[in-house]
């Protein structure tokens, strides 16, 4: 893993170094995910990729109850 320092300009965009840029896929015009909690941050080239990063978050919380409480709430609803 590389850590590369980025430099935020005057209309708070984010300068990523070409080196980084290149490693990454990022072009111009490409797209991108910020993931952050409490002062960290993440940025995701791949939009595609954040949730992937997200799946399953949460799971510990539920403990599996998660997809059985919505595949009971989806059959209770009225299908006519």
Known sequence: MQIVTIT?????QIVIPK?????????????ATILYE?????IVADPKQA???LEGLGKEIWGGKGEKYLEEERNSWDRD
């Open 19 to 31: 080196k980084a840029r290149e490693a990454i896929g990022i072009k111009v015009g490409s797209k």
């Open 38 to 42: 409490n002062g960290l941050g993440v």
């Open 51 to 53: 949730g992937q990063l």
């Open 8 to 12: 935020i300009g005057k209309k708070a």
